[in-house]
Protein backbone atom coordinates (compact mmCIF):
# COMPACT_ATOMS: atom_id res chain seq x y z
CA UNK A 1 0.00 0.00 0.00
CA UNK A 2 1.24 3.33 -0.66
CA UNK A 3 1.36 6.03 1.74
CA UNK A 4 -0.53 8.41 -0.19
CA UNK A 5 -2.95 7.72 -2.93
CA UNK A 6 -4.49 9.96 -5.68
CA UNK A 7 -6.70 9.53 -8.88
CA UNK A 8 -3.81 10.26 -11.62
CA UNK A 9 -6.70 11.37 -14.02
CA UNK A 10 -6.73 13.20 -15.76
CA UNK A 11 -9.35 15.30 -14.54
CA UNK A 12 -10.94 17.81 -16.97
CA UNK A 13 -13.57 20.68 -16.35
CA UNK A 14 -14.95 23.52 -17.82
CA UNK A 15 -13.47 26.65 -17.46
CA UNK A 16 -15.10 28.47 -14.41
CA UNK A 17 -15.99 25.15 -12.37
CA UNK A 18 -15.42 23.69 -9.55
CA UNK A 19 -12.46 21.24 -9.38
CA UNK A 20 -12.11 18.67 -6.61
CA UNK A 21 -8.77 16.74 -6.29
CA UNK A 22 -8.92 13.86 -3.08
CA UNK A 23 -6.10 12.20 -1.86
CA UNK A 24 -5.98 9.42 0.79
CA UNK A 25 -3.13 8.33 2.97
CA UNK A 26 -2.24 5.56 5.43
CA UNK A 27 0.01 6.79 8.22
CA UNK A 28 -2.06 8.14 10.90
CA UNK A 29 0.96 10.10 12.64
CA UNK A 30 0.64 12.15 9.88
CA UNK A 31 0.66 15.74 11.53
CA UNK A 32 0.95 18.17 8.22
CA UNK A 33 -0.87 18.09 4.93
CA UNK A 34 -0.16 19.73 1.42
CA UNK A 35 -1.37 20.09 -1.72
CA UNK A 36 1.41 21.32 -4.03
CA UNK A 37 1.47 21.95 -7.84
CA UNK A 38 3.55 20.67 -10.56
CA UNK A 39 3.60 22.41 -14.37
CA UNK A 40 4.75 20.19 -16.12
CA UNK A 41 8.76 20.78 -16.62
CA UNK A 42 9.02 22.49 -13.28
CA UNK A 43 9.47 21.86 -9.82
CA UNK A 44 6.30 21.73 -7.22
CA UNK A 45 5.45 24.84 -5.50
CA UNK A 46 2.96 24.84 -2.15
CA UNK A 47 -0.81 25.99 -3.16
CA UNK A 48 -2.34 24.83 0.19
CA UNK A 49 -1.31 23.73 3.68
CA UNK A 50 -3.78 22.28 6.66
CA UNK A 51 -3.04 20.48 9.91
CA UNK A 52 -6.50 20.62 11.46
CA UNK A 53 -9.78 18.71 10.70
CA UNK A 54 -12.35 20.84 8.63
CA UNK A 55 -11.86 23.03 5.90
CA UNK A 56 -9.34 25.84 4.98
CA UNK A 57 -9.87 28.62 2.52
CA UNK A 58 -7.27 30.80 0.42
CA UNK A 59 -8.77 32.60 -2.38
CA UNK A 60 -10.31 30.14 -5.33
CA UNK A 61 -8.61 26.97 -2.80
CA UNK A 62 -10.04 24.95 -0.40
CA UNK A 63 -8.69 22.37 1.49
CA UNK A 64 -10.18 19.93 3.59
CA UNK A 65 -9.02 17.35 6.16
CA UNK A 66 -10.48 14.17 8.28
CA UNK A 67 -8.47 12.32 9.85
CA UNK A 68 -10.41 10.06 11.01
CA UNK A 69 -11.42 8.52 7.64
CA UNK A 70 -7.84 9.57 6.15
CA UNK A 71 -8.68 11.44 3.68
CA UNK A 72 -7.69 15.15 2.34
CA UNK A 73 -9.09 17.27 -0.92
CA UNK A 74 -8.71 20.54 -2.47
CA UNK A 75 -11.49 22.29 -4.28
CA UNK A 76 -10.50 24.96 -6.85
CA UNK A 77 -13.41 27.23 -7.71
CA UNK A 78 -13.82 29.34 -10.76
CA UNK A 79 -11.32 27.13 -12.51
CA UNK A 80 -9.34 29.00 -15.02
CA UNK A 81 -7.11 27.74 -17.84
CA UNK A 82 -3.77 28.89 -15.81
CA UNK A 83 -4.90 26.10 -13.11
CA UNK A 84 -4.06 22.77 -15.69
CA UNK A 85 -1.50 21.30 -14.03
CA UNK A 86 -0.51 18.43 -11.93
CA UNK A 87 -1.89 18.51 -8.36
CA UNK A 88 0.89 16.91 -5.85
CA UNK A 89 -0.95 15.62 -2.22
CA UNK A 90 1.58 15.77 0.25
CA UNK A 91 1.53 14.01 4.14
CA UNK A 92 4.37 14.53 6.90
CA UNK A 93 4.97 12.20 9.61
CA UNK A 94 7.51 13.01 11.80
CA UNK A 95 10.97 14.27 9.44
CA UNK A 96 9.54 12.74 6.64
CA UNK A 97 7.05 13.93 3.56
CA UNK A 98 4.80 11.31 1.31
CA UNK A 99 3.75 12.68 -1.99
CA UNK A 100 1.15 10.89 -3.96
CA UNK A 101 1.59 10.08 -7.30
CA UNK A 102 -0.71 13.66 -8.41
CA UNK A 103 -3.81 14.19 -10.48
CA UNK A 104 -3.77 15.86 -13.75
CA UNK A 105 -6.13 18.94 -14.12
CA UNK A 106 -7.17 20.43 -17.43
CA UNK A 107 -9.18 23.61 -17.15
CA UNK A 108 -10.81 23.56 -20.94
CA UNK A 109 -11.25 27.65 -21.97
CA UNK B 1 12.31 32.27 -7.21
CA UNK B 2 12.85 29.46 -4.33
CA UNK B 3 16.40 30.31 -3.51
CA UNK B 4 16.81 27.02 -3.72
CA UNK B 5 20.12 26.04 -6.68
CA UNK B 6 21.01 23.16 -7.78
CA UNK B 7 23.53 21.03 -10.11
CA UNK B 8 23.92 20.01 -12.79
CA UNK B 9 20.59 20.61 -14.33
CA UNK B 10 20.95 17.46 -16.96
CA UNK B 11 23.73 14.74 -16.38
CA UNK B 12 24.23 11.36 -18.57
CA UNK B 13 26.05 8.06 -16.56
CA UNK B 14 26.31 5.01 -17.60
CA UNK B 15 25.35 1.60 -15.19
CA UNK B 16 27.54 1.34 -12.11
CA UNK B 17 29.11 4.25 -12.19
CA UNK B 18 28.47 6.95 -8.96
CA UNK B 19 27.18 10.56 -9.46
CA UNK B 20 26.97 13.57 -7.14
CA UNK B 21 24.60 15.98 -6.91
CA UNK B 22 24.47 19.54 -5.33
CA UNK B 23 22.06 21.77 -3.78
CA UNK B 24 22.39 25.55 -2.25
CA UNK B 25 20.29 27.74 -0.83
CA UNK B 26 20.31 31.39 -1.03
CA UNK B 27 18.15 31.52 1.98
CA UNK B 28 20.30 28.97 4.26
CA UNK B 29 17.25 26.88 4.58
CA UNK B 30 18.98 24.42 8.47
CA UNK B 31 16.83 21.71 6.78
CA UNK B 32 17.10 20.26 3.56
CA UNK B 33 15.33 16.59 2.09
CA UNK B 34 15.80 15.34 -0.93
CA UNK B 35 13.26 13.33 -3.63
CA UNK B 36 13.36 11.24 -6.47
CA UNK B 37 10.61 11.91 -9.32
CA UNK B 38 10.12 9.20 -11.71
CA UNK B 39 8.33 10.19 -15.47
CA UNK B 40 4.63 10.52 -14.44
CA UNK B 41 5.16 9.85 -10.57
CA UNK B 42 5.43 12.24 -7.40
CA UNK B 43 8.53 12.84 -5.95
CA UNK B 44 9.91 10.09 -3.62
CA UNK B 45 11.28 10.80 -0.31
CA UNK B 46 15.01 10.07 0.15
CA UNK B 47 16.26 11.91 3.43
CA UNK B 48 16.05 15.04 5.19
CA UNK B 49 19.39 16.45 6.85
CA UNK B 50 19.16 19.01 9.97
CA UNK B 51 21.97 20.23 10.76
CA UNK B 52 24.36 18.20 9.29
CA UNK B 53 22.69 14.76 10.22
CA UNK B 54 20.37 12.42 8.95
CA UNK B 55 16.85 12.76 10.67
CA UNK B 56 14.42 10.84 8.42
CA UNK B 57 15.29 8.62 5.39
CA UNK B 58 12.51 7.14 3.04
CA UNK B 59 12.91 3.45 1.53
CA UNK B 60 15.64 3.67 -0.66
CA UNK B 61 19.10 1.70 -0.28
CA UNK B 62 22.15 2.34 1.19
CA UNK B 63 23.98 3.45 -1.98
CA UNK B 64 21.79 6.85 -1.47
CA UNK B 65 24.28 8.85 0.75
CA UNK B 66 24.22 12.83 1.17
CA UNK B 67 25.64 15.35 2.90
CA UNK B 68 24.88 18.69 4.69
CA UNK B 69 27.76 21.29 5.30
CA UNK B 70 27.88 24.30 7.95
CA UNK B 71 26.61 26.50 5.12
CA UNK B 72 23.42 24.25 4.38
CA UNK B 73 24.35 23.50 0.99
CA UNK B 74 24.02 20.07 0.07
CA UNK B 75 25.04 16.98 -1.61
CA UNK B 76 23.34 13.40 -3.23
CA UNK B 77 25.52 10.78 -3.95
CA UNK B 78 24.46 7.42 -5.32
CA UNK B 79 26.74 4.46 -6.11
CA UNK B 80 26.61 1.63 -8.53
CA UNK B 81 23.78 3.33 -10.29
CA UNK B 82 21.21 1.02 -12.10
CA UNK B 83 18.80 2.20 -15.37
CA UNK B 84 15.94 2.13 -12.60
CA UNK B 85 17.81 5.28 -11.02
CA UNK B 86 16.91 7.43 -13.87
CA UNK B 87 14.74 10.25 -12.91
CA UNK B 88 14.59 13.81 -11.75
CA UNK B 89 16.22 14.42 -8.31
CA UNK B 90 14.90 16.94 -6.56
CA UNK B 91 16.31 18.98 -3.94
CA UNK B 92 14.10 20.97 -1.31
CA UNK B 93 14.55 23.68 1.97
CA UNK B 94 12.30 23.42 4.68
CA UNK B 95 10.72 26.95 5.48
CA UNK B 96 11.72 28.03 8.73
CA UNK B 97 8.72 29.91 9.76
CA UNK B 98 7.04 26.50 10.83
CA UNK B 99 4.67 25.52 8.21
CA UNK B 100 6.43 22.64 7.24
CA UNK B 101 6.67 24.27 2.96
CA UNK B 102 9.36 22.47 1.14
CA UNK B 103 11.05 25.26 -1.51
CA UNK B 104 12.25 22.99 -4.16
CA UNK B 105 14.87 23.56 -6.59
CA UNK B 106 14.81 23.05 -9.87
CA UNK B 107 15.92 19.46 -10.32
CA UNK B 108 18.69 17.54 -11.42
CA UNK B 109 17.62 15.01 -14.72
CA UNK B 110 19.60 12.22 -14.18
CA UNK B 111 19.83 9.10 -17.18
CA UNK B 112 21.32 6.30 -17.12
CA UNK B 113 22.40 3.78 -19.49
Known amino acids: QKEVEQNSGPLSVPEGAIASLNCTYSDRGSQSFFWYRQYSGKSPELIMF????GDKEDGRFTAQLNKASQYVSLLIRDSQPSDSATYLC?????????FGSGTKLNVKP | ETGVTQSPTHLIKTRGQQVTLRCSSQSGHNTVSWYQQALGQGPQFIFQ???????GRGNFPPRFSGLQFPNYSSELNVNALELDDSALYLCAGLSAGGTGELFFGEGSRLTVL
Open chain 2, 49 to 55: YYREEEN
Open chain 1, 50 to 53: IYSN
Open chain 1, 90 to 98: AVSPFNKFY
